[in-house]
Structures are given as C-alpha cells and as structure tokens.
C-alpha cells in the first residue's frame, strides 16, 4: 500500500508544480505586447526595462496582474517613483526615450497606463489604442507626444476616469465626441498646442471633478453647463492662457462645488459676474489680463476667497472698500498696488 500512496503524492506535488508554473507564465498576448512596448524603447536610465526577462511578467517592475485571470490590468513607470525597502524608500528620478507601442493593444485587460514625466517619450498616441475598453486612467503628461488626440479614446473608451495628457507637443482639437466619456472625473490636456473650440459636449460629463486646459491655443467661448445640477462635483475649471473671448457666462454660478477659476490671460468682455458669489467654496478666482470689468457692489459677495488675481483688466475708480472685510485673503494681484485703501494683511503681487 505504501507504495501507491507514494505514487498519489508524486502525483500530487507534480500537479501543484505544473499549475505554479502556468501561474507564473503570463498570458501570451500579455507578454508579446510588453515585449513589444519594451522593443521601442531606446533608454531607460532607471534600469527597469532590463529587468523585463521570462515569462512571469506579473513579477516586472511597474506591472500589475490581475489576483483572478493573471491578465495584465496595469502599466506603471512614471519619472518619479519610490524605489527601495520600507525602512529605507527614496524617490529616484529616471527618464525614458522612445515611442509608445502599437503592441499595447494586445494588453486587453488593462486599466492603467501610467508613463508620466518620462521627458523622451515622442511621436504620436497609438490609434491602437482604441481596443483597451477596460483603460480607467492614461496619464502621459510631461512627454513629447507629438500630432492629434486619437479620436477613438473619446468615442471608444468610456470606462475613463482620468486623461491627463498635459505638457506634450499635441495638436489639433478636442473632439465633440468628449461628451462619450461619462465615467470621466480629472481632464487635463494643458500646456500643448490645441486649437479649436471648447466642446459643448463637455458640460454633458456630470462626473468630471477637475478640467484644466490651460496654456493651449483655444478660441471661442466658455462651456459651461446651462442648468443647475450638471456639473455637481466640479471642484476646479482653468481655461487660463488661450484664446477665449465673450463674457464669462452667468451659468458659472450654478458650479457651487467649485474651489478654483482660473480664467487669466484670455480676451474676455463685459463684468465679473455677481452669481460667483453664490459659490461659498470658491476660494480662488483669477481673471487677469482680459478686458473685464468689475461692479463693486456686487463685488463684496466675494467674501470666501483666499486668491484674487484682477489687474491688468478695464477696471477703474477706487479699490472696492469691501476688500477689507475679506478674512481669507490672502494672496491679491489687483491694478491698484499701492492703493492706501488696501488695509489689508494680503501678499499684493
């Protein structure tokens, strides 16, 4: 009897050794596509690509596996990571150079693309792109990405949470198909070379959280949503350094949630509207160097702010008195600097 029972945990233990092993090797697709992300990829000074070897890509630097179907779910190698134990972590600073594969497409159960602040990372988005339906978050900020948004990560990926692409060298417009991407919470396409409009569509997103478009070439008009209620987590809106020209609309005033507008460096017209006094979380407010001008008045519903940036606009006459009874302030760039009227503890820049 002995032996038999001997025979059984042979069995046994080579069949726990042959289902580690195809634990650890991950799925085909997965490794070809990483393999191929990898293969254009011409330098990594962190050394965390050169550690991509065998089969068990769940165990690589910067990826993460599903605990189920060992499906790849993330792509995480930004500029700036933490490195070392727990005792001892330190912050290490590494770049990369090369272009984003077309091979990721074969990633199918990904969630995360994570190659921020890698500096050399050049050439366009992938249209392959479109395939990854499970992406929740793509964040290649701080790159040289270079053409056109791909139309297909508006229209095709809707589970989206956050699209950072800020700091590139993108192109072209934003797409009025935004509007797809209901799940979508942070979008920030700043400091690129987007032309165009703002899509109307966006005000449709009553996710979002956060919209920064700064420093691109924008024209046109603010989008804002028309009725109360669309927008009803937006905690901030910067639109600063474009193009935008019109009135800041009186629907700003149904953002209620709203903490920052930044709004400078534009061609805007007409007054400060009065209806952003009825954002009581509104603590900063820029809108210089436009062409506005201001009611004083109205002006001292204002009284939550902490930042208050109105020079270089067509305001004129004394310094609103109310000013002075703003307890929060404290950080004001006004066209009257050295107004005597200004008895207040503020950094006047």
């Known amino acids: 009897m002995a032996p038999r029972y001997f025979i059984c945990f042979l069995a046994l233990i080579s069949l726990m050794i042959t289902n580690t092993s195809a634990h650890k090797a991950c799925h085909p697709d997965d490794l070809k596509g990483l393999y191929g992300f990898k293969s254009c990829i011409h330098s990594d000074t962190s050394g965390r690509l ?11 630097p910067g990826i993460s596996c599903h605990n189920t179907t060992g499906r790849v779910k993330e792509i995480y190698l930004p500029g700036y990571y933490v490195d070392g134990d727990n005792e001892s972590p330190k912050i290490v600073s590494s770049t990369m150079s090369g272009s984003i594969s077309s091979s990721i497409s074969l990633l199918t159960s990904l969630e995360v693309l994570n190659l921020n602040k890698l500096v050399g990372l050049t050439g366009p988005i992938p249209q392959s792109i479109e395939v990854l339906k499970n992406l929740k978050e793509i964040i290649l900020h701080t790159n040289q990405l270079s053409g056109a948004i791909p139309e297909c990560i508006f229209t095709n990926l809707t589970s989206l949470t956050t699209l950072n692409l800020g700091n590139n060298l993108l192109t072209g417009g934003i797409s009025e198909s935004i509007g797809n991407l209901q799940e979508l919470k942070k979008l920030t396409l700043s400091n690129n070379s987007l032309t165009g409009t703002i899509p109307h569509s966006i005000t449709k997103i009553r996710s979002i959280f956060g919209i920064n478009l700064d420093k691109n070439q924008l024209v046109g ?129």
């Open 50 to 60: 050169s550690k991509w070897k065998g089969q068990d890509c769940c165990n690589w």
């Open 221 to 349: 008009g603010i989008q804002c949503p028309s009725s109360p209620g669309q927008w009803p987590s937006i905690n901030y809106l910067v639109l600063e350094n474009n193009r935008l020209t019109g009135s800041i609309p009186n629907s700003v005033g149904y953002l209620t949630t709203l903490s920052t507008l930044s709004l400078s460096y534009n061609q805007l017209t007409g007054p400060i509207p009065s209806c952003l006094g009825n954002i009581k979380n509104l603590q900063t407010l820029k809108v210089n160097n436009n062409q506005l001008s201001i009611d004083p008045i109205s002006f001292s519903r204002f009284t939550e702010l902490s930042v208050l940036y109105i020079s270089q606009n067509k305001i004129q006459g004394p310094l609103p008195a109310c000013l002075s009874s703003f307890k929060y302030l404290t950080n004001v760039d006004v066209p009257f600097k050295r107004s005597a009227s200004l008895s207040i503890g503020v950094h006047k820049q």
